[in-house]
């Protein structure tokens, strides 16, 4: 019976510590070389947290936050005019779950 109560204690701890969010995104017609940023904003400045290769369409980012922010997805493009395109950036609220991302050329 002692063995049970501290598992039951102990079961909160161990689901808090496996929160992470999962951030999966695919654009169907997305020519590569491309690279898809995670931008936060802190201290008064967007910077960029994490960045991945677009490859086949398809990039993932993983990770874990302690509560809930906002971020954008900036999707960069070798062949891109200098300053981007505004198609290219979503802004959304990041948390531990698992999110996904879709279209064609674009994250908008």
Same mark, same amino acid.
């Given at each position: =019976? +002692?063995k049970?109560?501290?598992?039951? &204690?102990?079961?909160?701890?161990?689901? *808090?510590?496996?929160? !992470?969010?999962? %951030?999966?995104?695919?654009?169907?017609? =997305? +020519?590569?070389p491309?690279?898809?940023? &995670?931008?936060?904003?802190?201290?008064? *400045?967007?910077?960029? !947290?994490?960045? %991945?290769?677009?490859?086949?369409?398809?990039?993932?980012?993983?990770?874990s936050?302690?509560?809930?922010?906002?971020?954008?997805?900036?999707?960069?493009?070798?062949?891109?005019?200098?300053?981007?395109?505004?198609?290219?950036?979503?802004?959304?609220?990041?948390?531990?779950?698992?999110?996904?991302?879709?279209?064609?050329?674009?994250?908008?």
């Amino acid at each position: =019976m +002692k063995k049970y109560i501290i598992l039951l &204690l102990l079961l909160p701890l161990m689901a *808090a510590a496996q929160k !992470t969010y999962t %951030v999966s995104g695919k654009l169907t017609a =997305m +020519k590569a070389p491309a690279k898809a940023y &995670l931008v936060t904003y802190q201290n008064g *400045a967007w910077n960029e !947290t994490d960045s %991945v290769e677009i490859k086949n369409g398809s990039f993932q980012f993983n990770g874990s936050v302690p509560e809930p922010q906002q971020v954008m997805l900036v999707v960069k493009r070798a062949d891109a005019p200098k300053g981007g395109n505004s198609r290219d950036i979503q802004s959304f609220f990041l948390e531990n779950s698992k999110i996904s991302v879709t279209g064609k050329d674009s994250v908008q």
